[in-house]
Each structure stands twice: as structure tokens, then as C-alpha cells.
């Protein structure tokens, strides 16, 4: 597993990027939505995956900090044993 470490601060390009992410999720879930009102459930699903992928991805980095969080905390409980 790769090692985590908690991000205090993002840089200006990495909360651009975040941000683009979070746009492109917003594309993908609306043309989802055309693509299941018109039937095609399929490239729907498809669409709604990728828009699921894309905010995630916006969320990276306080996604990186809860798993820090978690498994600095879960170390500690197996120490103290």
C-alpha cells in the first residue's frame, strides 16, 4: 500500500484541477441523465460511473486526509496492544 501523508495545503494548480474535475462530473451526470431519459441505459451507467470517478477525484485530497486519519488512528490502537 502506498504511504499516506496528511496535505495541510493544496497548491493553486492542484485546486484547479479539483475544480475542473468537479465540472467534468457535472457534464457526465447531465448527459447520463439525456442518455436515460432517451432509454440508452447502458452509456448511462457508463456516464453516471465516470461522473462518480470525476467527484471523487475532486475530492482527492480530503479523501487522502480521512485515510490518513484512519489508519494513523488504527497504528496507534494496535501500538497500544
Same mark, same amino acid.
Given at each position: 500500500?502506498p504511504?499516506?501523508?496528511?496535505? !495541510?495545503k493544496?497548491? $493553486?494548480g492542484? /485546486?484547479?484541477?479539483?475544480?475542473?474535475? &468537479? @465540472?467534468?462530473g457535472?457534464?457526465? *451526470?447531465? !448527459?447520463?441523465?439525456? $442518455?436515460?431519459? /432517451?432509454?440508452?441505459?447502458?452509456?448511462? &451507467? @457508463?456516464?453516471f460511473?465516470?461522473? *462518480?470517478?470525476?467527484?471523487?477525484?475532486?475530492?482527492?485530497?480530503?479523501?487522502?486526509n480521512?485515510?490518513?486519519k484512519?489508519?494513523?488512528?488504527?497504528?496507534?490502537?494496535?501500538?497500544?496492544?
Amino acid at each position: 500500500m502506498p504511504r499516506l501523508t496528511y496535505k !495541510k495545503k493544496i497548491s $493553486f494548480g492542484e /485546486a484547479i484541477s479539483s475544480v475542473c474535475f &468537479f @465540472g467534468i462530473g457535472v457534464v457526465w *451526470l447531465s !448527459k447520463g441523465l439525456e $442518455f436515460f431519459a /432517451a432509454g440508452e441505459t447502458f452509456r448511462a &451507467f @457508463g456516464l453516471f460511473l465516470c461522473a *462518480l470517478i470525476s467527484f471523487a477525484a475532486s475530492v482527492r485530497f480530503t479523501i487522502q486526509n480521512t485515510l490518513y486519519k484512519l489508519f494513523l488512528s488504527s497504528e496507534e490502537n494496535e501500538n497500544k496492544k
